[in-house]
């Protein structure tokens, strides 16, 4: 399968499985396959980086707008239209993951669900600077990302 920046996926089960993190967000709600996650790729690397997205939109607007009122401003929290209704980019959950461990592209109607150019550049743009301060060592993003690469790149030989 062809994983494309700036589509929308599911993650098989065994990823989770595998790094065993408790601080990703869990795979299945209610039977469903959720959440569905923002592709973003690595340059020049087979890490594919996945950002939770999700419906509840009031419980995250709380949320963003207290950082938005201690901090003046929020990247760790994005709400844009998606499909035509609002949707939450939490770029906070994101983590790294690799192709063999990427289930389905959504599909909605038929057609595979993709974010919108000018919203995808604006999360690849907050994702790089929310990495950029985690590197820092900045305390942004709640995934163990250290641990999650290390188990990657020893599966890739790395």
Not at 24 to 33: C, D, I, Q, V, Y
Not at 65 to 73: N, V
Not at 77 to 92: A, D, P, T
Not at 98 to 111: A, F, L, R
Request: proline share 3%.
């Amino acid at each position: 399968m062809e994983i494309k920046k700036g589509y929308v996926y599911h993650i098989k089960d065994e990823y989770f499985n595998k790094v065993n993190d408790p601080t990703l967000m869990r795979n299945h709600e209610n039977g469903k396959a959720r959440p569905t996650y923002f592709c973003l790729k690595e340059k020049n690397s087979e890490i594919l980086w996945f950002i939770p997205m999700s419906s509840r939109v009031e419980k995250y607007k709380i949320l963003r707008d207290k950082k938005i009122a201690k901090y003046g401003y929020c990247d760790s929290i994005v709400i844009k239209e998606f499909l035509g209704k609002e949707s939450v980019f939490l770029l906070q959950n994101m983590f790294p993951t690799i192709e063999k461990y990427v289930d389905h592209v959504h599909i909605i109607n038929g057609v595979e669900a993709r974010v919108i150019n000018k919203i995808a550049q604006e999360l690849e743009n907050k994702f790089h600077k929310l990495m950029a301060l985690y590197n820092q060592g900045k305390k942004v993003i709640f995934t163990n990302i250290s641990d999650d690469l290390e188990i990657l790149y020893k599966e890739l030989n790395y």
